[in-house]
């Protein structure tokens, strides 16, 4: 006798619609502004300035608190929740079911800010992040089940957790399991397929999905690698690299020619290196992507680097440096002229650097140009020039053209073989500001690459005003932050740089805000060299990186590992973290 299955037509065919949490009445309901002044959240004086900005801008009172830094998110949420008569729910810590998401379609979820939770016996639970608005409890009412209970959340943490929990790709997804079914071996590729002009094929809409999730993962990098049996594919997060899906071996052809079909790069060729980019839309914002191949043993490789135009630009005061630091910097990046160098290794943020640096210096009565690979930020007041081989523009031509042009400020993306590296000098000597990126693993070896290239010591040391060597960390998830006694290596790497003894360690745990890696977006970690009369001469002498560095820290700079440690010492990273990313001698 067949056992008799749970009918779910209970749940989700409701005969009327749904009930929704009820809230406070309109007229019932206290003002904001009460709400958070009985919560001693906010004092009168500030209530009334915030308010008079309110009747200027026509903004919401609580986007005017929360934009001034009087108010948090989650302080905000807790006073509508407490206005409204709604519960409130930490969706760092909540994980939603797989029936629950069944119930609320991801374009609904999306357009709404809908969060579903729970749903046990066609009662709902839901998070969302504007419990008054009509559309919104509108929508929950359309919902196929009984009832709504509605909790308050942070739109923040209710966008984190619709990226999270509401993927377009998964070891679950239809598309790959079909894949895993139907993989056969194939020798050769129908180009109409990868193209696009064999319909909606699965590879394309495989390798659209994979983009889009990684974007939605803040990934920086997309790492498609065949290995024995199967094809592996990787984000890069935070610095750090993730497996999120395998796919069989092949589909690692398919997906590949795909890829630098969009790059515009030769499918035909697989045993060659190629480079090639391409742009997307992905949920409305402009997604630059730069693309390299390799072969392998096992295949071809592709890499992706993502560079997501709708990122907000830093300010040089918002990149992290201590207030030592920073001062020092701004007396070398406001001189008239010479060279700045940003130094680390590839992914440490150089680039952002440069563009902070630039957004500090420009003004309308300067000329400032720029030739880079590719442009990711468009200044709309700064004249930028991209790289483009098949043209033949390359730095070393593009800076040329540049100093055709009557230029004050110069910025080169990065400084890659000696002919680019002299004429940077050489326009630095000649009464410009240039700032360019270096491959080196501190301040005082980036000055021994421009000698490598071959560049004389007397023009860098005469050139070179100052070097910024930078790497990033990751800071500690805020979410699930918890102390923990470090090993007797990390003590002693801690102590050896220096840092501050205290009594708590603390590192992340793991939670649903961090994808349980206990850290969650990353911090800069600098030391800026700035080139005295001493440094200048050690430079001509030939002296070793190790005394120059050590005169620099004699003047005043504090060194990457210095700062790594200050980190530690007041709960922003772990010693493991810096061990990992900060070269420290």
């Not at 795909?258 to 402009?286: H, P, Y």
């Amino acid at each position: 006798m067949k056992r008799r299955q749970p009918k779910q037509e209970v749940v989700f065919a409701p005969p009327v619609a749904a009930e929704v949490t009820p809230m406070i009445s309109r007229d019932e309901r206290m003002r904001l502004g009460d709400v958070l002044i009985s919560e001693q959240a906010l004092s009168p004086e500030q209530l009334a300035a915030a308010l008079n900005l309110q009747m200027e801008s026509g903004r919401q009172l609580g986007s005017i608190l929360v934009d001034q830094g009087l108010l948090d998110s989650r302080a905000l949420t807790r006073a509508l929740a407490t206005q409204l008569g709604l519960p409130t729910v930490d969706l760092r810590r909540e994980r939603p079911t797989d029936e629950a998401l069944a119930a609320v379609p991801e374009p609904l979820a999306r357009e709404f800010n809908i969060v579903p939770l729970r749903l046990i016996e066609g009662v709902l639970d839901v998070a969302v992040a504007d419990g008054s608005s009509p559309a919104v409890r509108e929508a929950l009412a359309s919902l196929p089940v009984h009832s709504v209970n509605v909790y308050l959340a942070p739109p923040g943490d209710v966008s984190i957790a619709l990226n999270t929990y509401y993927r377009v790709l998964s070891v679950g997804d239809d598309s790959v399991k079909n894949l895993w079914a139907s993989a056969t071996p194939r020798i050769e590729i129908e180009p109409a397929i990868v193209a696009g002009t064999g319909g909606d094929a699965p590879i394309i809409r495989l390798v659209d999905k994979i983009i889009t999730q990684g974007l939605r993962d803040r990934a920086s990098d997309i790492h498609v690698e065949p290995t024995d049996g199967r094809v592996r594919i990787r984000y890069r997060i935070d610095g750090a690299l993730r497996e999120v899906l395998d796919l069989p071996a092949s589909t690692g052809p398919e997906v590949v020619s795909r890829i630098k079909i969009l790059a515009e790069m030769d499918i035909v060729e697989r045993r060659r290196s190629q480079d090639g980019q391409f742009t997307m839309m992905i949920d409305g914002s402009g997604v630059d992507i730069r693309v390299a191949t390799g072969a392998t043993i096992f295949g071809e490789t592709a890499v992706l680097r993502l560079l997501d135009k709708s990122r907000s630009m830093k300010q040089l005061a918002e990149l992290g440096m201590p207030t030592a630091t920073h001062d020092r910097y701004l007396r070398i990046v406001h001189k008239p002229y010479g060279m700045i160098l940003c130094s680390g290794p590839t992914g440490s943020g150089k680039t952002t650097t440069l563009y902070a640096t630039l957004a500090e210096i420009s003004r309308t009565d300067l000329n400032v140009m720029t030739i880079e690979d590719p442009v990711e930020y468009v200044f709309p007041a700064v004249n930028q020039m991209q790289i483009n081989l098949q043209a033949d523009v390359t730095f070393a031509g593009g800076l040329k053209s540049i100093l055709r042009q009557d230029p004050d400020v110069i910025l080169v993306g990065e400084i890659r073989d000696q002919e680019t590296a002299r004429i940077a000098v050489q326009s630095a000597l000649t009464g410009h500001m240039v700032m360019s990126s270096l491959h080196a693993t501190d301040a005082s070896s980036a000055l021994y690459r421009l000698l490598d290239m071959g560049i004389e010591p007397f023009l860098v040391s005469s050139s070179i005003v100052g070097i910024v060597g930078q790497r990033l960390v990751r800071q500690i998830c805020p979410s699930c932050t918890s102390p923990y006694e470090p090993t007797p290596s990390d003590m002693f790497a801690y102590q050896r740089l220096g840092g501050q003894p205290k009594e708590k360690y603390f590192r992340g745990t793991g939670c649903n805000y961090c994808s349980d890696t206990g850290y969650r977006d990353r911090v800069g970690v600098y030391e800026v060299l700035e080139v005295t009369d001493e440094i200048r001469q050690l430079i001509v002498d030939r002296a070793t990186p190790h005394e120059v560095r050590e005169v620099a820290r004699q003047q005043g700079m504090r060194t990457m590992g210095t700062e790594a440690m200050a980190l530690v010492a007041n709960d922003v990273t772990t010693i493991d973290e810096v061990i990992r990313n900060v070269y420290v001698s």
